[in-house]
């Protein structure tokens, strides 16, 4: 079976192999390889991420308490340093002031890895991810909680 570069003209065949050689082409694929610390590390967000999206779907109680943690920290310190504020429409970003919004893990709408996001009511199309540090202390809070409510029962 022949590839598409075996139907190319020699010179155009070289180009192209002498490009995918570069270094630039080398460094590029080399960051794109994750050693077992990277992995390691990437899975324990995903595990604690899975743990919020568990308990704010089976205990309002945990919703409810993320929504009041996030709408005390958009007050203290401000929307900007708590949202990502790269697709924040004029309406959303009211809304949120005003705490009409909703909290969910789904996937980031840049990244598309799963994230923390604030959902405006009325525009659910509409994500506004939570930034890296509030999310990973929201995680942790709540990681906390349930893990304490367990240990109760």
Do not use: C, W
């Not at 809304?95 to 009409?100: F, K, L, R």
């Amino acid at each position: 079976m022949s590839s598409y570069l075996d139907r190319l003209p020699g010179n155009e065949r070289e180009k192209i192999r002498k490009r995918l050689r570069s270094p630039e082409a080398y460094e590029a694929l080399r960051e794109q390889v994750k050693g077992p610390k990277d992995l390691e590390r990437e899975m324990k967000k995903s595990e604690q991420l899975a743990d919020v999206h568990m308990a704010l779907e089976g205990e309002p109680q945990m919703r409810t308490a993320l929504k009041n943690s996030l709408e005390h920290d958009i007050t203290e310190q401000g929307i900007e340093h708590v949202l990502e504020m790269t697709h924040l429409s004029p309406e959303a970003r009211q809304m949120i002031e005003q705490g009409n919004f909703d909290v969910r893990v789904d996937m980031h709408p840049d990244t598309k890895n799963d994230a923390l996001v604030v959902l405006p009511e009325g525009r659910v199309q509409e994500k506004v991810p939570v930034k890296q540090s509030f999310s990973e202390r929201y995680a942790g809070q709540l990681t906390g909680m349930t893990s304490g409510s367990a240990d109760r029962s």
